[in-house]
């Protein structure tokens, strides 16, 4: 995870350790959850109403768990991403 963030601050890097790791945790834990939702589906439907459903508790997961992951990476993104000069994008030779 450390790898999206090169040219961070160490000291910030350090800092933020242990979101690094609930967000390492939590992406590796919503592919487990997609893998079961791929297996079970996200939603039970009746066998003799297609009309009534319901969402399986996989489903729900995968929505709070989502949620989460991307909380934490826009904390992350907000503290630990390196802002770049605009003037040396490496587009100049295109102008």
């Known amino acids: 995870m450390k790898n999206e963030f ?3 601050d160490d000291n910030k890097l350090n800092a933020m350790e242990a979101l690094i790791e609930q967000a390492a945790y939590e992406r590796l ?3 487990k959850l997609n893998e079961q ?3 079970t589906g996200l939603v ?3 066998p003799e109403n297609a009309s009534l459903q319901r969402a399986l508790p996989v489903s729900n997961a995968i929505a709070k768990h989502s949620a989460t992951l991307t909380n934490i ?3 992350l993104f ?3 991403a390196v802002e770049m ?3 040396d994008d490496g587009l100049d ?3």
């Open 85 to 87: 000069d605009d003037e």
């Open 73 to 75: 990476m826009d904390k």
């Open 44 to 46: 039970q439907i009746h």
């Open 29 to 31: 834990y919503l592919q």
């Open 78 to 80: 907000k503290h630990l």
């Open 37 to 39: 939702a791929i297996e």
């Open 93 to 95: 030779d295109y102008e």
């Open 6 to 8: 090169p040219g961070a």
